[in-house]
């Protein structure tokens, strides 16, 4: 899309059964982002939400943080599912996803360890640890919304790019695009080889998914996501097979994208 004629605020392009909006700022894309997890959990107090960690959906975990506490909004009966985590890492390390959502979701929000259900990447038997996540998933009827961002590669939560469409939670060997982009996580080189993740198909069994995209470094990658042929090498295309498949976008973002 090309914007250098029109100021973008809150405009919605639909794209066959993908609803894309975009937005003039971070700040504006989080807080739009922020409303719509609003709106599901007033609808459903209940609600099973599986967030991503990283930079993108930051924005809208702050504002959300914010609106719950400044309007009262009820969280406690609120169920999250872990979407990835690193192999050999937990919430006790830094640089991890559960200790990013940590510090910007669940100690914010006083969530409850009973109330998460998050992958443990030093658990001895990493297969059961993926079945214990699809079991949780499975007792709480299905996920509502699943938030996700979008790699420099393609990938959504760590599914590589050739990853099958039909795996539930699995153990993944992390592509050396993601490797190296993941490295900024940690304040000393890591070795980040493989993790464990929700596969597309859980994904796509989830009833809403959100796709958080933002900074011109994406811009590529979310123009092949939208217009290139959907294909498991580039996995968050596979999301467009979902009927309630939402991208919110910033400007940056969405700078190559056609009208």
Known sequence: MDFS??????VT???KEVELLVFETYQKMSEKA???VIKLIRQKRNAVVSPASGNSPE????NFVERVNQENIKVSELF???LDEWMGMNGSDEGSCRYYLNEQ???PLKINEEK??????RAENSEAECQRIDKAISEHNGIDLAIVGLGMNGHVGMNEPGTSPALLAHISQIDPVTAAVGQKYFREKTNLSSGLTLGIANLLEAKNIMLVVSGSKKAEILKKVLEEKISIEIPASLLRNHSNFSVYADAEAASLLKK
């Open 5 to 10: 004629f029109v100021k973008i605020f809150d």
């Open 59 to 62: 924005g809208l975990y702050r």
């Open 116 to 121: 998460i259900a998050f992958f443990d990447g």
């Open 34 to 36: 922020a409303d719509a």
């Open 105 to 107: 979701l669940f100690f």
């Open 13 to 15: 392009f639909i794209k």
């Open 80 to 82: 999250f599912v872990g």
